[in-house]
């Protein structure tokens, strides 16, 4: 019979600590957190019974059980890696894992993947989706892209990716039906809002200087995903991020009435660890490449934001900036 084997996740994550004599650059290496490290080699030292380091202000030293364990352990892991390899016919397993937010994956990201596959057949792109933030994320990554420059793990390469802004979308049928010419014409319509950017209405008011405009009721979802669906079947208008809405745009499910009157947005951010595979590398060149084709602000929408007169509504009043 099998002796009963510890967590394996907690293994891996006292080699790099072990290896490195450090939580921090552990947990780059897997990039995960610092806390993540810690509660995973405290669980281990739970199962094993023995406190594997000696914990310092600054600083974490190996135990003598640890040092112990560390040096069985090693060729283990060694081994387990060499057997799996053996099975792949001895060539790597090349992936590239990207932590975004569920929303972001599906409106701008997957779209494009096939494009990045179509370019790069060997390597793997692997969507990791989460409202956390990167050094929050429990499972590790090695890209992540998110708004602000807020949340990274210390040590992660932030770099601006995308701008963005907001405006006012729903679908042709909708504003064919009750047109709008100003944000005026919004309050006899149904506004569609989202718990993760429920302030996107109230600064749009401000940037506008319509404060004191209310929408005839309000629809409120969970994710911008629901609200962006909700509003592509009519069921009222959004306050929309364009990035997320390049493709609505285009194949002309959503559109704008009001394509001048726009509210700026905090931009989004990528990050890496300090040393980034090939893989991370060929995917950040992709997504700086998808960027240069479309334009880095909005992703080439600009032209879906004219708003077509076929759809039934008059032409706003203001033109394109």
Known sequence: MLPRLPPLNAVRAFAAAARHQSFTRAALELHVTHGAISRQIKALESHLGVDLFERKTRQVLLTAAGHQFHAQIGPAL??????????????????????????????????????????HPDIEPQVMTSTLPPDKATDEFDLAIRRGTRGWPSGMQVQPFLEDEVLVVGSP?????????????????????????????????????????????????????????????????????????????????LVSP?????????????????????ETQHFVQWLMEELGGVGRSWGGVE???????????DSPAMGIE
């Open 78 to 119: 060694e081994q387990i890696g060499a057997a799996a390899e053996l099975l792949r016919g001895g060539a790597a397993l090349r992936s590239v894992k990207v932590n975004v937010r569920p929303t972001f994956a599906v409106r701008w990201l997957i779209p494009r993947l096939p494009g990045f596959v179509a370019k």
């Open 173 to 253: 049928a909708l504003f064919a039906s009750r047109p709008v010419t100003s944000p005026q014409s919004l309050a006899s319509h149904v506004l569609l809002l989202s718990k993760s950017r429920s302030k996107d209405w109230e600064g749009w008011k401000k940037q506008v200087n319509a404060p004191g405009l209310k929408p005839a009721s309000c629809l409120q979802f969970d994710h911008l995903h629901f609200v962006l669906q909700a509003a592509v079947d009519g069921l009222g208008f959004a306050m929309a991020p364009v990035s997320l809405i390049v493709h609505d745009m285009a194949s002309g499910r």
């Open 258 to 278: 009001l394509p001048a009157l726009r509210l700026p947005l905090t931009g989004h951010y990528f990050g890496m660890a300090p040393q980034p595979s090939p």
């Open 303 to 313: 032209e879906e934001l004219k708003y077509s007169t076929s759809s039934g509504a």
